[in-house]
């Protein structure tokens, strides 16, 4: 299989290219480094089955010869990022979403979108399954995100309804694990940045608030069995074994982010305090993932607790220089 991976140099696409090459396929990296790091992928630069192309994909694409699948992965992912990028955390939603569709009707190839929880807004419905529409605040400061995604599952459903694309959608929740960013301001990587450097944990509002955690390795698992998996519906036929429509790919235990703070003091013996701080606007106040469709369809759900999870990711910063400036 040759696929492009849109945003393969982030967080999950590098992590994703990691896999595919590893499977033995070919990859294609376009990425405008925005959020990205070049150092994600460094070790594939060079090698016969490995590509990358400094490209903002908000653009034209083109990709000379055959292609097989194109993930579209790009776009700024963590709070911080997409508040400070909101143009073009729209744009690669929208425009990006669209160039990455054409691309893929062009070369007949599979699509496959990385959704978000944030389509579910702050939900009303708990757990989110798939068949819920979602609490969306359109023009509050986190709408550039949850907008932009919404319409780009809108557009890719477009795709495959009128041209017949084969189009897949995973929501991804809360990720972590190595090589996301130290100050790319998620509460994994600030917890623990804040914890290895004995400054104090920033819990936002009363830390009541929930979030259902996934290590990286089970979250690309998901993504592959949904990225490899052979459309045997009917095309028409709505059924729990669409492949078209979304599916959550998360890991359904949940914690309130006081409790991740704790955990997170516990495994560094970490003695800083923990200082609350005003909640951000719109923060949702409960998020956690019904996991039955993906486990139904793709016979899958995470292994990794997040005690094993959140050690290895600690491993991994305290690998790096933390106190790095980005
Ligand atoms: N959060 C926090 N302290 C931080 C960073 C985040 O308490 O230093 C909270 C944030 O308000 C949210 C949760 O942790 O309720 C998860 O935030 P994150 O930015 O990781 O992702 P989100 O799920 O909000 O997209």
Redo the contacts with the bound molecule.
């Keep these: 299989m040759k696929t492009l991976i849109t945003g393969g140099a982030g967080f999950l696409g590098s992590h994703l290219v990691d896999r595919l090459i590893a499977d033995g396929h070919e990859v294609i990296v376009f990425d405008n480094l925005l959020t990205g790091r070049i150092d994600n992928i460094a070790h594939h630069l060079g090698t016969e089955t490995f590509k990358f192309v400094k490209q903002d994909v908000t653009e034209y694409l083109y990709v000379a010869g055959r292609l097989d699948a194109v993930v579209h992965f790009a776009s700024p992912a963590?709070?911080i990022d997409y508040l400070q990028l909101p143009i073009q955390t729209l744009k690669v939603g929208s425009l990006g979403t669209h160039k990455a569709l054409g691309l893929a009707r062009e070369k007949g190839a599979r699509f496959l979108l990385a959704s978000t929880s944030?389509t579910y807004g702050d939900p009303q419905v708990h757990p989110q399954r798939e068949d819920y529409w979602g609490h969306v605040n359109p023009v509050g400061p986190r709408g550039v995100y949850d907008e932009a995604k919404r319409f780009a599952e809108a557009m890719t459903m477009a795709y495959h309804r009128y041209h017949g694309v084969d189009t897949r959608i995973a929501r991804i929740f809360?990720t972590y694990g190595g090589r996301m960013r130290p100050r790319d301001?998620?509460?994994?990587s600030?917890?623990i940045v804040q914890a290895l450097a004995g400054e104090p944990l920033?819990?936002?509002?009363e830390?009541t608030?929930t979030?259902s955690f996934c290590y990286v390795s089970d979250l690309i698992d998901g993504i592959v069995r949904l990225l490899y998996l052979e459309d045997h519906c009917h095309k028409e036929q709505a059924s729990d074994l669409d492949v078209h429509s979304p599916v959550n790919i998360g890991n359904p235990v949940e914690f309130t982010?006081v409790q991740l703070a704790h955990e997170v003091k516990r495994q560094t013996n970490s003695k800083s305090p923990v200082e609350f701080k005003p909640?951000?606007i719109d923060?949702?106040q409960v998020?956690q993932p019904d996991i039955a469709r993906a486990n139904k369809l793709l016979e899958w759900r995470p292994i990794v607790p997040l005690e094993e999870g959140l050690a290895k990711t600690i491993q991994y910063f305290s690998e790096i220089a933390t106190g790095r400036e980005e």
């Design positions: 963590s709070p944030e809360n301001g998620r509460v994994v600030n917890f920033t819990v936002y509002g830390g608030q979030r982010v909640l951000p923060d949702p998020r």
